[in-house]
């Protein structure tokens, strides 16, 4: 299986394969409003506009697990809107960890284990998935957006 075959859900209820973005670099990051790394979301923002023009995807997926999240995915999405100008797709509320994880997160964990092993330690656990859909690295909760940029323009050179 790979990462074109799953089916996610974006904050308005539509679903769509990630093949959509067969091609092009992702990067996939489990978000929260409310958690002390939500600043990160100005940097994302700052990542997708300075690389989306050459392929990059940053895809924002809110996570409740650790209770720092608004009630739903579409309240999440609007608040990273309106307080940090997010313009990348923003997903239904979803789970990373246990029995009910998005397969997404399931699948992306097996790929690229953590210091948890299998698990995702908090709020902005970083995904960065080639343009052929290969997982090629996890960055930790507390690794900065602009940290990132020279793994993404590697893939984008």
Known sequence: MSIYDYEVTLEDGSQYALSKYKGRPMLIVNTATKCGFAPQFDGLEKLYDKFK???LVVLGFPSDQ???ELADG???AEACRLKYG???PMHDLIKVNGKEAAPLFQYLKTQAPG???KSIKWNFTKFLVD???QVVARFAPKTKPEAIEPAVEKLLG
Do not use: C, I, M, Y
């Open 53 to 55: 023009d050459q392929g």
């Open 131 to 133: 343009r052929d859909g």
């Open 66 to 68: 650790f209770k720092q």
């Open 86 to 88: 997010v313009s990348f």
């Open 74 to 76: 579409h309240a999440a």
């Open 115 to 117: 210091e948890l092993g």
